[in-house]
């Protein structure tokens, strides 16, 4: 009954906040309904393409959710359900959906550009270099990591077309390669045959049950270093080609998946509460203390949980291409803030499912959060693991999840390519085309950016570095704490309400910084001990990534001075 009781309190809580604060936001900011559109006015058939508003929902929420909801607030369950419970709420609604609605507003108002234009706007031109820089390099480990991910949920020992006995990683890269093939026949059908969203809609969730079944009847296996490599070119490709053909209508698609898989669960929560001893019952304590195996609450918790309050990469896929594809700015808060409450939920719905098999997670059973989710999900409906409901559940969790590691994967490389070009773009030069010097015009261009960013990525992932993902975590979060400070920097210099933001912002910086602070002194104790690679590879990038934020920082102490004393004047 408890577990009914924390869902039920999340989802009231949550609806609340985006009917009162979600709308007070927009109120503040000014959203205008009447005013064209990047993706309207700048409309190019490649990136700015406007999407209806529950095309645009279905990519938006597709890449900002990924495995994030599901690990971060799993792997912190060792708090104790009530600190994350209370995280994923009051910071989806005052943090993360605030990031994530104000910088898709910014970016919306700049022509679609990144945060690093927006930063530019308001704290110069050097900070918006510190920041595209910072942004690569977070990018850099997103795709090293879904890479190492992907490939690992793809691999398989044998080679080809199987059938009969499918393994679940032949059946899930089977039914991720369907699943391109979906998006690109939607994409054709709604955009060049000019079929309607619903009927469409339609065929593609037809589609989906069906590529369902094959692939849990054929499977596709083929090693992990050649799923390394077909997914480097599937993301090099994705990434250049236009939005209709591959990234609207694969995200679109893949977030009934997501719908679907939030829905399993919730029935499975008051199925559980009604069956006694035969299925999975809350065994996740409300508290376990203020430290654990993860270190202190402050800062673990609010690092581990990211994506189930608040996260970085949303800013960027914001900024990077959802603000190129919104159709009216009466569809922003919906998206940005709306998207990302729904996130929170599917944080909470996480926190409930290993709550189901806490003990057996906490014993070391399973080998990933992932897994752990599917199963306790799973064990809801049945404690017999040998059951059809049961074997039909955990196959069903377990393809959701892996699909939306390559969702986030391909906008990732998206949003690298996008921002690459900027690094090298000048006042007054829109795109690769316009720069002045051969050198930058040979850099801004989207095959060069593309291809360094996958080259590296991939590379990285290859080597299955656990470094890159444990540092991903506090990139993400530091990069949530820079997003922040932009957007109310932009805000205050065009006298608009930013007070809503400074809060949030000095939190977020001071977790994170904390955070770096503590791994940059456990590394530096591992590597005066030893040579090995992998910690001498977090201690670069952690000392680079505090370095970049104390230069950004001092940036915008500047930018808010600045704009404190021009006010004080007026």
Avoid at 203 to 216: E, P, R, S, Y
Avoid at 335 to 363: D, H
Wanted: proline share 3%.
């Amino acid at each position: 009954m408890i577990a009914i009781l924390i869902i039920l309190a999340a989802i009231v809580l949550l609806v609340v906040g985006y009917v009162t604060y979600g709308s007070w936001l927009a109120k503040q900011w000014g959203i205008d309904p009447t005013r064209k559109t990047p993706a309207v006015e700048m409309e190019d058939g490649v990136d700015y393409v406007a999407a209806k508003p529950v095309v645009l929902m279905g990519h938006h929420f597709s890449s900002i959710a990924g495995a994030g909801p599901i690990n971060g607030p799993i792997q912190a369950s060792v708090f104790g359900w009530v600190p994350v419970f209370l995280w994923c709420v009051v910071g989806g609604i005052f943090f993360g959906g605030l990031q994530d609605f104000g910088s898709l507003f910014a970016s919306v108002r700049h022509g679609g550009k990144s945060v690093g234009e927006i930063i530019k706007d308001s704290m110069g031109e050097r900070a918006k270099k510190l920041f595209i820089l910072f942004a690569l390099l977070v990018l850099i480990m997103v795709i090293a990591s879904f890479v190492n991910v992907v490939a690992g949920t793809f691999a398989s020992e044998a080679t080809g077309f199987t059938t009969g006995a499918v393994t679940g990683n032949e059946t899930t890269a089977m039914v991720s390669v369907l699943f391109i093939v979906l998006a690109v026949i939607y994409g054709l059908l709604t955009n060049r045959v000019g079929m309607k969203t619903v009927p469409a809609t339609i065929i593609g969730i037809v589609g989906i049950v069906a590529a369902v079944v094959v692939g849990l009847n054929c499977g596709l296996a083929l090693s992990r270093n050649t799923w390394i490599v077909l997914i480097g070119v599937y993301i090099a490709v994705a990434s250049l080609i236009p939005v209709w053909i591959m990234l609207q209508p694969r995200d679109y698609l893949s977030s009934f998946l997501l719908y679907g898989m939030m829905a399993v669960a919730v029935v499975g929560i008051f199925f559980s509460a009604f069956t006694g001893d035969k299925t999975a019952q809350f065994e996740l304590p409300a508290f376990t203390g203020w430290t654990t195996s993860l270190g202190g609450m402050f800062p673990a918790l609010f690092i581990t949980v990211a994506c189930g309050a608040c996260s970085g990469f949303h800013a960027l896929i914001s900024t990077g291409t959802s603000s190129k594809q919104l159709a009216s700015e009466k569809d922003a808060k919906a998206i940005g803030y709306g998207s990302m409450l729904i996130e929170s939920a599917l944080g909470v719905v996480s926190v409930i499912a290993v709550g189901m098999v806490f003990k057996r997670y906490t014993a070391g059973e399973f080998g990933s959060p992932a897994v752990a989710f599917a199963t306790g999900i799973a064990s809801m409906f049945s404690l017999d693991s040998a059951s059809g409901v049961y074997n039909v559940v955990y196959t069903l969790l377990t393809l959701a999840v892996s699909v939306f590691a390559l969702t986030s994967l391909d906008t990732g490389t998206r949003l690298s390519r996008f921002m690459f070009s900027e690094l090298f773009l000048k006042e007054g030069e829109a795109t690769w085309r316009d720069a002045a010097s051969p050198v930058r015009k040979f850099l801004a261009h989207p095959l060069v950016g593309t291809t360094f960013m996958v080259v590296v990525g991939c590379y990285l992932g290859g080597m299955s570095l656990s470094a890159i993902w444990g540092l991903f975590g506090a990139a993400n979060q530091l990069l949530a704490g820079l997003a922040l400070m932009a957007v109310a920097a932009w805000l205050g210099e065009v006298g608009k309400n930013n007070k809503m933001f400074y809060v949030p912002m000095v939190f977020m910086l001071a977790a994170t910084l904390t955070f770096l602070v503590i791994k940059i002194k456990s590394l530096a104790t591992l590597c005066a001990a030893g040579t090995e690679w992998g910690n001498w590879f977090q201690l670069v990038i952690a000392v680079a990534m505090v370095v970049l934020a104390l230069f950004l920082i001092v940036e915008g102490v500047r930018t808010f001075s600045k704009q404190a004393k021009s006010k004080a004047k007026a």
